[in-house]
Nanobody
Framework: QLQASGGGLVQAGGSLRLSCVVSGVTFDDYAIGWFRQAPGKEREAVSCIATTDDSTYYADSVKGRFTISSDIAKNTAYPQMNTLKPEDTAVYSC??????????????????WGQGTQVTVSS
C-alpha cells in the first residue's frame, strides 16, 4: 500500500516536496518510482530511487531541479521539486517494486501504485 502526499498549487519558480510512504513491503530492497501524467499526455517517469544502492533516475526535463531521496526506516521516498515550471503541472503518482528487473524508469516492473496527488504550477 502506498500513500502519496505533498501536492498543491505553487507559482512558477517555487518548490514542493512530495512524499510516498510504502507499507506492506517484505524486503528492505525495493524501488520507488514517481510518475506523472498531464492532461492529454502519456504517463512518464519523473524520478525513481532504488533502496539497494540509492541509484536514481531523473527524466531529462527535471534534471537539476528535482532531487529524490529515501528513508528506509520510514519506507518513504521524497522527491524535492525546485524551480517548478508550468509544464510540471500533472498528477503525480508513486509506485513500488520489490523486484528490480529493468531500468528504474520502466513502469512495467512496478507492481503497486498509490493514488495520485495533483501538482499545479501557475505562471
Amino acid at each position: 500500500q502506498l500513500q502519496a502526499s505533498g501536492g498543491g498549487l505553487v507559482q512558477a519558480g517555487g518548490s514542493l516536496r512530495l512524499s510516498c510512504v510504502v507499507s506492506g513491503v517484505t524486503f528492505d530492497d525495493y524501488a520507488i518510482g514517481w510518475f506523472r501524467q498531464a492532461p492529454g499526455k502519456e504517463r512518464e517517469a519523473v524520478s525513481c530511487i532504488a533502496t539497494t544502492d540509492d541509484s536514481t533516475y531523473y527524466a531529462d526535463s527535471v534534471k537539476g531541479r528535482f532531487t529524490i531521496s529515501s528513508d528506509i526506516a520510514k519506507n518513504t521516498a521524497y522527491p524535492q521539486m525546485n524551480t517548478l515550471k508550468p509544464e510540471d503541472t500533472a498528477v503525480y503518482s508513486c509506485a513500488v517494486t520489490q523486484t528490480i528487473w529493468s531500468a528504474l524508469d520502466d513502469r512495467a516492473q512496478y507492481t503497486d501504485w498509490g493514488q495520485g496527488t495533483q501538482v499545479t504550477v501557475s505562471s
